[in-house]
């Protein structure tokens, strides 16, 4: 095993006005969830709520489950170093939002809202079968 160190983090989907609030580091050029790290022996519902109160000051009385996201992630961000945009759903699917497959995820829940589990191997899957349907409509 390369290296056995893994996080759990939570994200939080927050919906105003039919647009998606998204983070963006002041120093790159994508997108992606507020939210962060669930602390050893938080519950994952609980550790949304505090880094969405530490990152907005936001009270957040309902929660939904709405899928897993499974990804590697190469940096840690820094609160410091965050804005905070609405994203009107357009403009959300053309932006580079990581995780790529949880950005994919989130665009097919808000049409079906089945809960989901996205990883860069369902998505490859995913593209796989939709790519092959248009090859063989029959089937």
């Known amino acids: 095993m390369k290296n056995s160190n893994f996080e759990v983090c939570v994200r939080g989907i927050i919906k105003k006005n039919g647009k998606i609030l998204v983070c963006k580091r002041k120093d790159k050029d994508y997108y992606f969830f507020p939210g962060g790290h669930v602390e050893f022996g938080e519950q994952a519902e609980d550790a949304l709520r505090r880094e969405l109160k530490e990152e907005l000051n936001l009270s957040i009385k309902n929660i939904s489950f709405i899928g897993v996201s499974e ?13 905070f945009f609405f994203l009107d759903k357009e403009k959300f699917s053309k932006e580079k939002i ?3 497959a949880l950005r994919k995820a ?9 809960i989901f589990w996205a990883s860069k191997n369902e998505i490859k899957e995913n593209l796989r079968k939709k790519s092959q349907k248009r090859k063989n409509p029959l089937f």
Not at 71 to 83: G, K, L, R, V
């Open 98 to 100: 990581l995780p790529i």
């Open 106 to 114: 989130i665009i097919g829940w808000q049409e079906d809202k089945k």
């Open 71 to 83: 990804n590697i992630y190469q940096e840690e961000s820094q609160e410091n170093h965050i804005d």
